[in-house]
């Protein structure tokens, strides 16, 4: 079971860390996680992505390269999104889901996925 946790309200310009973990199997186990967001009327689109072994990571686009920053750590057997500089539009709710193997930037991909976690940007 994943579950996301972090989220709040946030004037524009703060930062958050969001957190992903992982209850009944360990991340190493060959796991990538991913990070989605998605506001209401819109698809749920990846943000970023790490493999928990390898520690490779990928940045969906230039609006968050720069901005947000993913991490593990495998003694805690989680995973970090640290969200900088945020803006109004990056509110939303955000998601962690993971896959066995190698990220992939497709969304289907991932199989087992946390409830969300809601970040609210206030101008």
């Known amino acids: 079971q994943l579950q996301a946790f972090g989220g709040g309200l946030v004037q524009a310009g703060g930062s958050l860390r969001l957190s992903c973990a992982a209850s009944?199997?360990?991340?190493?186990?060959?796991?990538?996680i991913g990070w989605f967001r998605q506001v209401p009327g819109k698809e749920r689109d990846l943000i970023a992505a790490?493999?928990?072994?390898?520690?490779?990571?990928?940045y969906a686009d230039s609006a968050v390269k720069g901005r947000f920053t993913i991490s593990r750590d495998k003694a805690k057997n989680t995973v970090y999104l640290q969200v900088s500089s945020l803006k109004p539009e990056d509110t939303a709710v955000y998601y962690c889901?993971?896959?066995?193997?190698?990220?992939?930037?497709?969304?289907?991909?991932?199989?087992?996925w946390g409830q969300g976690t809601l970040v609210t940007v206030s101008s």
């Open positions: 790490i493999g928990f072994n390898s520690g490779n990571r990928y």
């Open positions: 889901a993971t896959r066995l193997g190698a990220y992939s930037i497709y969304r289907d991909s991932y199989t087992n």
């Open positions: 009944g199997h360990s991340f190493s186990s060959g796991y990538s």
